[in-house]
Structures are given as structure tokens and as C-alpha cells.
């Protein structure tokens, strides 16, 4: 039985891709938040569109930095060449639950971040765990509030509970700047590798875009760390 992961698509340019992201967070108290997020991906800058998203999840947050988030969503990969032109790659329908740990060492905004994820691939299931380690560092605040400006970085691992385990590495180094609490930019450098049995594995380079949205009904000042939820 063929298995197909839906972000590697076959014969990837080596050119530098795009990777956008739009990401919206509604807070109506301190514990509870609704997130949705869409993503679109190409082989070039601005042309060969292979893959897009829409996702969203309810989160809790507890005392002490913690927070549970539960998710869902439609992820849809196309042949490289064209823009989502058919026929599909790959259709995929995605569960995950996830737990966010985070801890500063002065203004070093530390967020760790461990999710299982159950997924729905052209009809076959299969588990996926992961684990992100994301840095932020305010540059002319203490925290991430508005006019703040930020430098930012991520490594996340994926792995499988079927051999050979290893699935995908994802490396991210950006920057970003909250003009307001609802708006922030950020902008970086992605270098995701997939691992695949037959010849050891590929890799891409992208240019990562994000959009961050935020509707905060909460009173309470936040420490945020921004991000988005892939």
C-alpha cells in the first residue's frame, strides 16, 4: 500500500519557493482562544503553486505558561508544475492535540511545543509526532507588545511510529515586527527536508511570509510569542 506525505511532491525545484501564511487568533478571556490559519506554498517566488490549507483549533491556556491546543484541518498537495492545477498529489484531513510550554531567560521568549497528530492521507491513516523549539528575542521592548521588533527562530522535528521513523526536518530564521496588538509581520527563511527511503531524502528552501492577526478580548497583559500554527 502506497503512502504519500502531502508536502513532498515529486521532482521539487531547487529554486527558492514561497511559503504564505494567514493566521488569526480570537482571545475572549485569559484561558480560552479559537485559532484559524490558512497556507499557501510554491516552487518559485511566484509561480508553480502546489499546496494549500486551511486549518483551525480551540486552545486552554493554565497558569504557569501552559496551554492545550486540539485542531483540525484540509491539506491539499498538486504537481509541481502550474498553479494548483490538477489532478491532486495528495488530499489529507488532519487531527492534532498539542502541548505548549513556555519559560523566558530574560527577555529570550522560550516556547516549546509537542503535538500528535492523526492523519488521513488519500484514504490510508497514519500517526505523526512532533516537536518545536522556538526562540524569540524582542530587540527594542522587553516583551513582544506594539512597535516591538523581534528576531525569531524555529527547529522542528517529525517523526512516525513506523519505521524508519525519521520524517521531516524543518529549520526556520526570520524576523518580525508587531506594529499593533492585532497585526504583526513576519518574515524568514525556511529549509524543510523530508526524509525518503528511496534516496535519502530531499530538501527546500522557502521564503516564509505570515500575517498575525490577533483579537484580544482579554484585559490581562500577555507575554505573546508570536507565531503560526504549522
Given at each position: ?214 483579537f484580544d478580548k482579554n484585559t490581562l497583559k500577555r507575554d505573546r510569542i508570536p507565531s503560526n500554527l504549522d
Amino acid at each position: 500500500m502506497a503512502f504519500i506525505v502531502p508536502q513532498t511532491v515529486h521532482a521539487q525545484s531547487d529554486a527558492l519557493g514561497s511559503w504564505d501564511v494567514a493566521n488569526f487568533v480570537y482571545t475572549p478571556n485569559s484561558k480560552w482562544s479559537f485559532f484559524f490559519e490558512t497556507q499557501t506554498r510554491s516552487q518559485k517566488l511566484t509561480k508553480d503553486f502546489y499546496y494549500h490549507e486551511f486549518k483551525g483549533g480551540v486552545g486552554y491556556s493554565f497558569p504557569k505558561k501552559i496551554s492545550l491546543l486540539v485542531g483540525m484541518g484540509d491539506y491539499k498537495t498538486y504537481f509541481p508544475e502550474g498553479n494548483f492545477a490538477p489532478p491532486l498529489s495528495a488530499k489529507e484531513f488532519r487531527l492534532w492535540e498539542q502541548l505548549v510550554l513556555n519559560n523566558n531567560i530574560d527577555r529570550l521568549k522560550i516556547e516549546h511545543r509537542y503535538r500528535i497528530e492523526q492523519r488521513w492521507i488519500n484514504g490510508d491513516f497514519r500517526n505523526r509526532f512532533r516537536y518545536r523549539l522556538n526562540p524569540v528575542l524582542p530587540i527594542n521592548h522587553s516583551s513582544v507588545i506594539s512597535n516591538t521588533f523581534y528576531l525569531t527562530a524555529f527547529d522542528e522535528i517529525f517523526f512516525t511510529d513506523k519505521a524508519p521513523y525519521f520524517e521531516r526536518n524543518r529549520f526556520f530564521a526570520g524576523a518580525g515586527y508587531e506594529f499593533t496588538q492585532l497585526f504583526t509581520l513576519q518574515i524568514g527563511w525556511v529549509r524543510q527536508y523530508d526524509y525518503r527511503k528511496i534516496d535519502d531524502g530531499t530538501g527546500k528552501n522557502f521564503l516564509q511570509t505570515s500575517l498575525l492577526f490577533s483579537f484580544d478580548k482579554n484585559t490581562l497583559k500577555r507575554d505573546r510569542i508570536p507565531s503560526n500554527l504549522d
